[in-house]
């Protein structure tokens, strides 16, 4: 296992812009805070110590923005604040990502009031069938269109069978005078 002393750290790149990982220190030698770049911008896990060593608080870097839950404690080590989704920065991408649910609510909504729109136009039409026909006239009619399928259907089936037997006699008739 290396050890952090072994470790490339405080390098930029050929544009000048830090690169991996960085430590600074206070004047009397201990840490101050360690963490990552890219590009020149603080990115991922970040610590910050208070001269005596004990932790000021930690937390993460999302393209040099705090970003997620950040912890700071006294002095002495003891947990002071835990802090959830800090905005510092990050109003244009909150405001952005607000945008696009305000956007996504207002289609459902949208959608709704279809919808609603044409249960009215069903309900509308249901009223004005009613007006006309009364529920037995309707279910009469139905049962009158079933009967009239029903006896299609034995039409159907009659003329098949006519057809069968024709074609029967006609293949008689060819087999028994060749």
Request: proline share 1%; charged share 30%; with cysteine.
């Amino acid at each position: 296992m290396r050890s952090l002393d072994k470790v490339i750290k405080n390098k930029t790149d050929k544009n000048g812009l830090k690169q991996g990982y960085w430590e600074y220190y206070h004047s009397d030698g201990n840490i101050k805070s360690k963490g990552l770049y890219k590009d020149g911008k603080r990115e991922g896990y970040w610590e910050y110590y208070y001269s005596n060593g004990n932790l000021i608080c930690k937390g993460l870097y999302l393209n040099g923005g705090e970003e997620g839950i950040w912890e700071y404690y006294y002095s002495n080590g003891k947990l002071v604040l835990k802090e959830l989704d800090r905005l510092n920065g990050n109003y244009e991408s909150l405001r952005e990502n607000l945008d696009e649910k305000f956007k996504d609510i207002n289609d459902k909504l949208s959608d709704v009031k279809n919808t609603e729109k044409s249960v009215q136009d069903i309900k509308l039409w249901q009223e004005k069938v009613t007006e006309i026909w009364s529920p037995s006239q309707m279910k009469e009619a139905k049962d009158e269109i079933y009967k009239q399928k029903g006896r299609w259907t034995a039409t159907v089936a009659i003329l098949a069978f006519i057809q069968l037997l024709i074609g029967i006699i006609i293949s008689l008739k060819i087999y028994l005078f060749k």
